[in-house]
């Protein structure tokens, strides 16, 4: 066999790299919406989670986080812990260390710590959350944002156990739930929470039919990923 020679030629495109939760099917595909070929390299793991949304399945997955984690390439710009409630649950700054302590990159995130610098960008004070959880999965998300000093007037959950099921629930009645919050109390913002809802479809008609900017999950930390690594943003930011 004869050794042929050939050259090295770096790629200049941001590095970003997701962690994404085993049965998530839709954040996957919402990000290579957001992100094109030509403007980022997208690079995905997988972490085991319960196939029941509980906050012992979710807590679970903090172990396997560095497994993940150390799975990505190296020399990444941004990685993205994606998923809502168990940063909720593990907490921001545990996420961050145990991505940090495995992965090559240069900063984290996650889709709670990209929706409250969202809402701090947009001004936002009051806010409705609508999210599929049960209440033990659901009610810390809302302490969550009170902690960091914004009110949660009202939310709406569709009490959904089974994570299969999640990425299943239809658009229209996200939409649906959106509306109903708009109307229990004076809100400034919604957030649709959790990386498996089929949301990037509804959130620019939801915002300009209510009035006000509708985020998700998926969005936010999209958006955060972009800025953290001095990309513009990504198309969609639920303003109306």
């Known amino acids: 066999m004869t050794a042929f020679p050939y050259d090295l030629q770096d790629d200049s495109l941001p590095r970003l790299g997701l962690i994404v939760l085993q049965v998530d099917e839709t954040i996957e595909q ?17 972490i085991p989670s319960g196939a029941e949304l509980t906050p012992d399945s979710i807590a679970q997955m903090e172990t396997a986080l560095p497994a993940a984690a150390g799975l990505l390439p190296h020399g990444l710009d941004v990685v993205g812990y994606a998923c809502t409630s168990g940063t909720t649950l593990i907490g921001a700054g545990r996420v961050r260390d145990l991505v940090m302590g495995a992965a090559q990159t240069r900063a984290v995130t996650d889709p709670l710590t990209a929706a409250l610098a969202k809402c701090r960008v947009l001004g936002l004070t009051k806010i409705g959350i609508v ?5 033990s999965v659901a009610t810390p998300i809302r302490a969550a944002f009170e902690s960091a000093g914004i009110t949660v007037p009202a ?4 009490g959904e156990q ?3 099921r ?5 658009p229209a009645s996200i939409a649906n739930a959106a509306r109903a919050l708009a109307q229990q109390a004076e809100l400034d913002g919604i ?3 959790c ?5 990037r479809d509804i959130l620019a008609p939801l915002s300009v039919e209510l009035g006000l900017p509708v985020l998700s999950s998926n969005q936010c930390l999209g958006w955060h990923m972009a800025s953290l690594c001095g990309m513009p943003p990504p198309s969609g930011h639920g303003r109306p």
């Open 155 to 158: 939310t709406l959950s569709f």
């Open 162 to 164: 089974v994570e299969a």
């Open 191 to 193: 957030f649709l929470s």
């Open 166 to 170: 999640v990425a299943r629930i239809a």
């Open 30 to 46: 919402d990000f290579r919406h957001l992100f094109a070929p030509d403007c980022a390299k997208l690079h995905i793991s997988r």
């Open 195 to 199: 990386t498996n809802l089929r949301t």
């Open 131 to 135: 999210s599929p959880y049960i209440a």
